[in-house]
């Protein structure tokens, strides 16, 4: 299993002139395996932080250790680090550049030095898990749709079949069914390949049904570190960073309140309805 | 690949020179220009210098900012110092050897015309870029220029033009590093390689980047359109510039100036350039 660690990580933005920014401070992490997801208010430091997962910023002060290698002792270990950890960045979109969806794609994997039939097969498999109808391939990347565009960047990375899948925002602005078959395929992909998968988001309600682990940033540092109900049983802290937990939970406490209790780790809709069916009829849909 | 921009680089602040009138300070730049090169002897370069020490430090900027953005022109000075300490014929040498002759007037020669050089671009970036933001100076330039729209210059468009790509070019340069990230993280590499590879390289940036100037620009014409924008005609303004005591005092402080460096060179006698 692949590991990730940070250590001591700092790392300032403009050093030394007066738009001087300490985005991450004192960060320590452990990430392998399972789905991990970071959450933060805006301007927290989490494209900061992830960005420091394949190298493309370099810490001020710390270490990044991607399976015990320190990614930034040696020139060529950053690069290998990019294909290691792949990175999808917030409105990964508006990097396609290529004339198909295919040889957009395929820019990754040729990167690595790949033949052109590993190629091929990447591609392909890219493109199925991610949901990309076959017809799609020999298209301009300009002339798909928003949420499609998105699929053809994420699969511009998982192509190059990274340890680590790292996502930032990957569902911002795309509508509720958009979120969860982008998210569900994610879920999907990582339990089947083996990927350690992180994901950056501000919903509370897609981390609770996603994530094995949440961490969670506030003014550039790491507050909360841990599962669902770790994360979510601490309420008033989260409230105090500008967070919410989701809406069900708020739901579950405030029929507990009223006497209709089903318990306070309640997190997921699903749950809950199950929950309650069980306790209105006893019948379990 | 890190991209700095010294170029309008705005420095936030309230002193005497960041509240002048923009116009008067496009003026007051033009008049500063003609004085220091109307400046001939120690004792003018002694008057500009003293005004121009006094302007940085009305200008509460700190001195490492200015200093820095003196950086660039350094080496063009030193250029000219050199050419000047050794090409300069004067009456007797200070040090002769070989073919190489070098003579004290030609020393301090090459010193006024270094100073002449670091304080013009000192000065003009003091009124234009650290204390004028890019706007306030399209906006004056806009309105020094429009008795031209008389004669059928499209004044007010080319202002809003200026406006426009100046209001974008950090948007842009903010937006290149975003998908030069993005595509190191797929692998692509910037910095190796020969030329052919190199200029294959920056494909996967300018397509991107032009795609979404393209974008930018469609949306930002029909916003405009949108709140009924037509051009210049019967444009009232939120901000009317207008010339306050201050600006006429610092007029009158330049023209002062000017005229002083005048008499100097009429009067005072002195190594002159
Ligand atoms: N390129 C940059 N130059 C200077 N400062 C930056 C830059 N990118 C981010 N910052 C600053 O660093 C801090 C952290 O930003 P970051 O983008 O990591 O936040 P975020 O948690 O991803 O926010 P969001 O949820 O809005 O995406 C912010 O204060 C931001 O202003
Ligand atoms: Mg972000």
């Not at chain 2, 705005?10 to 500063?32: A, F, M, Q, W």
Request: aromatic share 8%; with cysteine.
């Amino acid at each position: 299993m692949a590991e990730l660690e940070l250590s001591g990580v700092n790392y300032i933005y403009n050093k030394g002139t007066p738009y001087e920014t300490h985005a991450l401070k004192d960060i320590n992490l452990k990430i392998g395996g399972g789905i991990t997801g970071i959450i933060g208010h805006t301007g927290s430091g989490k494209s900061t932080l992830v960005q420091m997962f394949n190298g493309l910023v370099k810490p001020t002060s710390g270490t990044v250790k991607l399976d015990g290698e320190d990614i930034w002792e040696k020139k060529d270990r950053v690069r290998e680090a990019r294909f290691k950890a792949g990175l999808v960045m917030q409105y990964p979109e508006y990097q396609l550049f290529a004339s198909t969806v295919y040889e957009d794609i395929a820019f990754g994997p040729r990167n690595m030095g790949l033949s052109e039939e590993e190629v091929d097969k990447r591609v392909r498999a890219a493109a199925a898990f991610s949901k990309l109808p076959p017809e799609a391939m020999a298209r301009s990347p300009f002339d798909l749709s928003g949420g499609q565009k998105r699929r053809v960047a994420l699969a511009g990375v998982i192509a190059m079949n990274p340890a680590f899948l790292v996502l930032d925002e990957p569902a911002a602005g795309l509508d509720p069914g958009g979120r969860r078959s982008i998210l569900g395929g994610i879920k999907e992909f990582g339990k089947n390949s083996g990927t350690s998968v992180i994901i950056v988001s501000h919903s509370m309600e897609d981390m609770a049904s996603y994530c094995d682990r949440i961490i969670v940033m506030a003014s550039g540092r790491v507050i909360m570190d841990g599962n669902c109900s770790e994360v979510f049983s601490r309420y008033n802290e989260l409230i105090g960073v500008g967070l919410d937990v989701p809406q069900v939970t708020r739901i579950a406490s405030a029929l507990s309140h009223r006497g209709l209790d089903i318990g306070r780790d309640v997190y997921t809709v699903g749950y809950a309805a199950g929950k309650l069916c069980e306790m209105l009829d006893g019948d379990v849909k | 690949m890190k991209m700095d921009i010294a170029f309008g680089q705005y420095c936030e602040g309230n002193s005497l020179l960041h509240r002048l009138d923009p116009r008067v300070k496009i003026i007051i730049t033009i008049l500063y220009i003609v004085a220091i090169f109307m400046a001939k002897n120690v004792f003018a370069f002694a008057l500009m210098l003293a005004f121009t020490v006094a302007l940085v430090i009305m200008s509460r900027l700190s001195v490492r900012v200015i200093l820095g953005g003196l950086k660039p022109i350094m080496f063009i000075a030193l250029f000219t110092a050199v050419i000047n300490i050794f090409f300069y014929k004067g009456d007797e040498p200070l040090v002769a050897f070989w073919v190489i002759k070098i003579y004290k007037e030609g020393l301090i020669n090459a010193g006024l015309i270094v100073l002449r050089i670091l304080m013009l671009l000192t000065a003009t970036s003091m009124f234009l870029t650290y204390t004028t933001t890019p706007i306030a100076l399209t906006d004056g330039l806009e309105q020094l220029l429009s008795p031209l729209s008389k004669i059928g210059v499209p004044v007010h468009d080319f202002a809003m033009m200026m406006t426009i790509a100046l209001r974008f070019i950090p948007t842009l340069i903010e937006e290149t590093e975003k998908i030069m990230n993005a595509q190191k993280a797929r692998g692509a590499d910037f910095s190796s390689g020969g030329l052919v590879k190199r200029a294959k390289a920056i494909v996967p940036i300018i397509i991107p980047l032009f795609v979404s100037a393209f974008r930018r620009a469609g949306d930002l014409a029909t916003a405009m359109e949108c709140r009924c924008y037509t051009g210049g005609k019967g444009r009232t303004r939120m901000n009317v510039l207008r010339a306050g005591a201050r600006d006429f005092l610092f007029t009158f402080v330049i023209i002062a100036l000017g005229a002083g460096v005048i008499l100097i060179n009429i009067y005072a006698p002195g190594y002159s350039v």
